[in-house]
């Protein structure tokens, strides 16, 4: 591994690092509130605790920084565009699909 690579590596591991911290405590979080985790099972409670006090999905922000540290770390330029069209998909597909699982249901909020 050549210096660049090594300090690249360097620099973007704490950005790694905070994802996948912000991802594992996310999961903890659904877990504990007894909410199923994957986005395609109905909400049972709504988590208003931990990152979801600043975040309504921390998850998907998770997998974000991911993608950002891991591509400017290898230093590619088309897996640096890889979260623009992830984010772009969450926002416009994933996240008005996820909200009809909850919106006007009756789900408590912890």
Known sequence: MNGCACTSLRSNLPLVAVAIALFSYSVAKFRAAGTPVPARKPTTVIVREGPYH?????I????SMFQLGVAIWVNSVWLLATPVGAVALI???VIPREGGTWNGNSVRST
């Open 91 to 93: 926002h416009y597909l």
């Open 54 to 58: 600043f975040s309504r999905n921390p």
């Open 60 to 63: 998907y922000l998770a997998f």
